[in-house]
């Protein structure tokens, strides 16, 4: 032991260099500046609520604003001095005066209530009493209510600090008491640059493309960007690490693997796709940092196919990539990348919970392969630039599936059963009068009365050697019976004569026509020719038979 205590414990480069002075503070500035001059003019509120996204800054800005109430020596821009008595036992955390709480712990009614009893004791050697309440989102519903009074009416020294990542799970009631401050994702230069300055100070040499590629894997978060910093930069102690290097401790790839993937996609070759996903895997690579990052590779397709002469500076990759990346983006259509990203970023989310992420993953390669497999628009369009490029290389094309209302799904044209189900063609040409029924079949039934136009009303019409046909379905027998049968009193065919009245009126000529009961169970089209594309439905009133 007496050994052992000549060596320092080593602490985290995100520990260490936790800013002690709101100067340090990066990305956040319009919050600081409020702060430090609500300060400076002692216009200090009871209440703050610190939100957004882990590493943010949300505690960090606690502490510091906690430090700079009780400051007795504070700066004249707001800030802590962090030499006086206070602002060493708040950095230390021995302070009696500012309390942390997790709330993901301590989330229970009791722990809130033992607040509001020491609330009621003021400070001892300070101006203020702080409590941060870390993750307050995990209070429980007595627990809110129970802190809701505290809030309500605090003495005058006292100041609540809540921090959350979860803003959507404070009650409103504890919002409207709060100065509700919005920490943001810090952008990818700013957590950069001040890499830069740790490495510096730390004499870690290193690359600005390996820190660029760990600021994006950060996604945002400082905190958590100086932790893959120094896992890399552990990894290879005393040796400059390069942008390679960080893909490998981060399990990345790199980015021409990207390029080759996308290429075997394209070009519908599997098992090439899947021998380049077999390969990541065998090498340790992390297979949910490699759809990420295949996403990020697509989404910067996607961006300089748009074209803008400025992209270079939204792009984060090399010159020479940037070059390669021109070339590759004039292969695959915006609408084709953009079908892959949603593709993939549904992909995402399946696999983090997911026991089969490698399954889960091939058959997302090959829903890229076919876009057959999906009805979307933007799989369509791509199943239409498909046939047109293989039209254009002189490849036969494949007529496909039929019409499943032909009663023949996914029968190949030429098989016994396509023959079977085929649909009849229409004629070369309509007579005109046939026609026009067609395309006025609604106003036809609208001029009918009922019982007859409730009859009439899943009747087909259409055609066959010349003449107007009018055909009920087999399971609308007495539909038929009824339209077609005979007044046993008088024999006289009142239905029919009503029918012909109607089509008259409509059509402005004797139209003559039959009436036929399809006998077998088939679907219409695959027996008489189809006209439903003629019938026009805009601007004809339908009656509600039920209502009559």
Not at 143 to 158: G, R
Not at 267 to 283: E, F, H, N, T, Y
Not at 392 to 399: L, S, T
Not at 465 to 490: C, H, N, W
Request: net charge negative; aromatic share 8%; charged share 30%.
């Amino acid at each position: 032991m007496g050994r052992g205590s000549k060596f320092m414990a080593y602490q985290a480069l995100y520990r260490k260099f936790r800013p002690d002075r709101f100067e340090d503070v990066r990305g956040q500035d319009v919050i600081v500046t409020t702060l430090k001059n609500q300060i400076k003019a002692d216009r200090i509120g009871h209440a703050y609520l610190f939100t957004g996204t882990r590493g943010t800054g949300k505690t960090t800005v606690a502490k510091l604003f906690a430090k700079a109430v009780n400051c007795t020596d504070r700066k004249e821009d707001g800030s802590p001095c962090g030499e006086c008595p206070n602002c060493r036992a708040i950095q230390t955390g021995s302070s009696m005066n500012v309390v942390e709480i997790d709330a993901a712990s301590n989330n229970g009614v009791d722990n809130i209530r033992e607040i509001r009893d020491e609330v009621s004791y003021p400070p001892t050697d300070a101006r203020f009493r702080v409590y941060i309440i870390d993750e307050v989102h995990m209070l429980s519903a007595g627990a809110f209510n129970a802190l809701l009074k505290t809030l309500e009416e605090p003495p005058s020294y006292v100041i609540f600090i809540l921090a959350t990542t979860e803003i959507n799970k404070i009650p409103a009631t504890i919002l409207s008491r709060c100065q509700r401050y919005d920490f943001h994702r810090m952008t990818i230069e700013t957590m950069v640059k001040r890499m830069r300055e740790i490495c510096d100070r730390e004499n870690i040499e290193v690359e600005d493309k390996a820190l660029n590629y760990i600021a994006r894997c950060g996604n945002g978060s400082m905190r958590d960007s100086l932790s893959l910093l120094d896992q890399c930069a552990s990894f290879h102690i005393g040796q400059q690490l390069t942008y390679d290097k960080a893909l490998q401790v981060l399990g990345a790839v790199d980015t021409s693997v990207y390029s080759r993937f996308l290429e075997d996609i394209v070009g519908k070759d599997l098992s090439g796709a899947l021998r380049i996903l077999d390969d990541v895997l065998m090498q340790g690579r992390d297979l949910s940092a490699f759809i990420t990052d295949f996403i990020w590779y697509l989404r910067n397709l996607l961006l300089i196919s748009a074209q803008d002469q400025h992209m270079e500076d939204v792009i984060d990759v090399s010159s020479e990539a940037l070059e390669v990346m021109k070339k590759e983006s004039e292969t695959v259509s915006p609408d084709v990348l953009m079908r892959f990203i949603r593709i993939l970023s549904t992909l995402q989310g399946d696999v983090r919970f997911s026991t089969e992420k490698r399954v889960l993953t091939e058959i997302a390669i090959i829903k890229l392969m076919q876009p057959a497999m999906e009805s979307d628009l933007g799989s369509l369009k791509q199943r239409i630039e498909d046939l047109e490029q293989k039209i254009e290389n002189g490849i036969a094309v494949n007529p496909g599936f039929f019409d499943s209302a032909a009663g023949a799904e996914g029968i190949n044209k030429g098989s016994a059963a396509a023959e079977k189900y085929e649909k009849v063609p229409l004629p070369d040409a309509l007579p005109e009068d046939v026609e026009q029924v067609a395309k006025n079949w609604k106003k036809i039934y609208n001029q009918l009365e009922q019982p007859t136009r409730n009859m009439v009303r899943n009747a087909h019409p259409t055609v066959d050697g010349g003449q107007l046909i009018i055909v009920f379905d087999e399971d609308k027998r007495m539909d038929y019976a009824f339209v077609s049968g005979k007044d046993p009193e008088t024999g006289e065919e009142k239905e029919q004569e009503a029918l012909q009245e109607a089509i008259n009126k409509v059509i402005g000529k004797n139209v003559s026509f039959k009436l036929v009961l399809q006998q077998e169970k088939r679907p219409f089209n695959t027996v008489y020719a189809d006209l439903s594309s003629l019938i026009q439905f805009d601007g004809i009133e339908i009656v509600d038979e039920s209502s009559e």
